[in-house]
């Protein structure tokens, strides 16, 4: 008997614990590739885009890697809390 094909809808995760444009910001300023991140701190490169494009959270250990390889302050890469000052 023949299984039926299941189509899944893919979501964005609810939350994220990096703001995307500022992961790719630092990346862009520090001169590296996308692939060239995703290497230097032990990812697939599709990871890496997924994670610049929001469809994927970083680890909060893959976003200190990130912050790290990028030379950059965690803080600047870290999703800002509603509400936070």
Known sequence: MERPTV??????????????????????????????????????????????????SATPANLKKIADALNCPLVILERKRPGAT
């Not at 703001?19 to 697939?44: D, F, M, N, Q, Y």
């Open 7 to 56: 189509h899944r809808t893919r979501t964005a995760p609810r939350r994220l614990h990096q703001e995307p444009e500022a992961v790719r910001w630092a990346r862009e300023k520090a001169g590296l590739t996308k692939r060239a991140l995703a290497r230097e701190i032990g990812v697939s490169e599709q990871l890496m885009g997924e994670i610049e494009s929001g469809w994927r």
